[in-house]
């Protein structure tokens, strides 16, 4: 499902009604209708009152209609324009007259001093309506809008916001000043980012997209549309199928490059990852004085013992064998556990440059690029990197708090110049793509926030390049696929206490599940 911007929904309308004809006032009237549909699947019987707050723009207009359709459906509505209805226009003004000709209540509250004047009976009221602020509205929200929002928040009744809670950035998802913090949001056409990204979607609630009519004609020509949200039938289609003669030949090759001396659980997690991806064999490259303890810890994936540092960490001396190995993979995950000795980061700078085969980079694998991502630009085979915003910050030398704030222009922008796949991860993880495309994962949940994760995740991704997945869709499913096995976890034990290993076996049943339901 693509996702859009503030001005490129603006576009999308405005070609709406310029160019295909259909009139601005229908799409707000399915826009109003939608929103009574909500509320009224929320309320259920018309006992009590809605409370529906209106701003003088288009959002309020939507409201207004909302306030129409819900008192045709025997609601006791009551509206409150933020503004003084002489100031509205358009098809605003036009929704507006309308409520007022047929004796809908509106009470005027253009000042703070006014909201605050009135005595406010909120036990009656069982839904309240935010249609103060739409789309259009940057920064923190001004008076009267900042004073009614908080005062909505205030009052412990559920909320219903029309297209975004008013307060929201719809771009970044930032949230600078009062925001409504919505139990649901109906949004018009297509998602906005900011209502998918943190901190914002955490006051969004439960996120309906509702259809207004706007043709495929009006968008699908629009070249910069480029981010989408990863559905269930996006990644269900990218599931590689085995032929029923596959063998493991057939199955993918994964070399994996981890581990060192108290960091084994990342090296046997990454590659337990890889076959529970459906590899097909998978070759644990590790200092030689932990193969005991891996062999022990692994039974499917092999493991290869390799010269080591004096701190238990991969060698230059084994070089030459690991570009040797690496020609005989499909595809290598570098860096979980391999530590951030100067030596090993020197390896893994190497590896690098010098193997051409499609690799996975994450954890340690990222920290020997800091302030020099060289090695990765200059690759002659596909590269995925898998940072966390912490490792994202370093690489590329931004703070992290900028990262967080901007997480898709960050992503599509590295990922653009360095000619690589990003996996930004974080709630809500974006995989960018070096055409500008990026995909929002929408599975996952707090629960996941524990160590090992990434290793998981770092195997999963590389077990699906191995089978055959280009690097930018084994990146979209294996992110989707991982949140997924996760989600699946914390329904079965809870989401407090989710271990990595926890993913393992669930993983195998995400795939199956979502095969199911692609052939359903």
């Given at each position: ?216 004609a009006a968008w699908r020509d629009m070249d910069d549309l480029k981010v989408e949200l990863v559905e269930e039938r996006m990644v269900g289609d990218l599931i590689p199928i085995r032929k029923p003669d596959m063998h493991k030949g057939e199955a993918g090759r994964v070399l994996v490059i981890a581990g060192s001396r108290g960091l084994t659980g990342a090296a046997a997690m990454c590659s337990l990852a890889a076959a529970r991806s459906g590899a097909g064999l998978v070759t644990l490259l590790i200092p030689e004085s932990l193969n005991p303890i891996l062999e022990v810890k692994l039974t499917e994936p092999m493991t290869f013992p390799l010269p080591e540092t004096d701190s238990g960490t991969l060698s230059l001396k084994g070089l030459d064998t690991i570009l040797e190995l690496c020609d005989g993979a499909d595809v290598v995950a570098i860096g979980p556990g391999l530590s951030r000795n ?179």
């Open positions: 499902m693509k996702v859009v911007t503030s001005e490129q929904m603006r576009r999308i309308d405005r070609r709406t009604i310029e160019q295909i004809g259909i009139p601005g006032i229908v799409l707000m009237e399915n826009a109003g209708r939608a929103v009574a549909d909500l509320v009224c699947e929320m309320k259920g019987s018309s006992d009590g009152s809605v409370f529906l707050f209106c701003g003088k723009g288009n959002n309020g207009g939507d409201g207004f209609v909302a306030a129409r359709h819900l008192h045709q459906r025997g609601y006791d509505v009551q509206i409150y324009l933020l503004a003084r209805r002489e100031d509205l226009r358009g098809d605003a003004r036009t929704n507006a007259d309308i409520a007022f000709s047929i004796g809908l209540p509106i009470f005027e509250i253009p000042t703070r001093d006014r909201i605050l004047s009135l005595d406010w009976r909120w036990e009656r009221v069982s839904v309240v309506v935010d249609a103060i602020l739409g789309t259009g509205a940057k920064g923190a929200p001004e008076e009267p809008a900042a004073t009614c929002i908080e005062l909505i928040n205030s009052s412990g009744r559920p909320v219903v916001s029309v297209d975004i809670p008013s307060g929201l950035d719809p771009d970044t998802g930032r949230v600078e000043g009062s925001c409504i913090r919505a139990k649901a949001t109906v949004t018009f056409a297509f998602p906005k980012i900011g209502l998918l990204l943190y901190p914002g979607a955490e006051n969004v609630g439960d996120l309906r997209v509702a259809d207004i009519s706007i043709p495929e100067p030596e090993t980061s020197e390896l893994i700078r190497r590896v690098l440059r010098e193997s051409g085969k499609p690799m996975v980079v994450d954890a340690d694998g990222l920290n020997a690029l800091e302030g020099d991502p060289s090695p990765i630009i200059s690759r002659e085979g596909p590269t995925v990197i898998t940072p966390h915003p912490g490792e994202m910050g370093r690489i590329c030398g931004i703070p992290t708090r900028d990262i967080q704030m901007d997480r898709i222009g960050v992503a599509t922008g590295f990922a653009s110049k360095w000619g690589v796949v990003i996996v930004l991860k974080g709630a809500r993880t974006i995989t960018a793509d070096p055409s500008g495309r990026a995909f929002i994962n929408p599975t996952g949940n707090p629960g996941m926030a524990s160590g090992g994760m990434g290793d998981i995740l770092t195997g999963l991704i590389a077990g699906l390049i191995g089978q055959g997945l280009k690097p930018l869709e084994a990146a979209v499913l294996g992110t989707y696929i991982h949140g997924f096995a996760g989600d699946m976890a914390a329904k079965e034990i809870g989401d407090r206490g989710i271990l990595a290993t926890d993913l393992l076996d669930r993983i195998p049943r995400s795939f199956q599940i979502l095969l199911g339901r692609r052939w359903g």
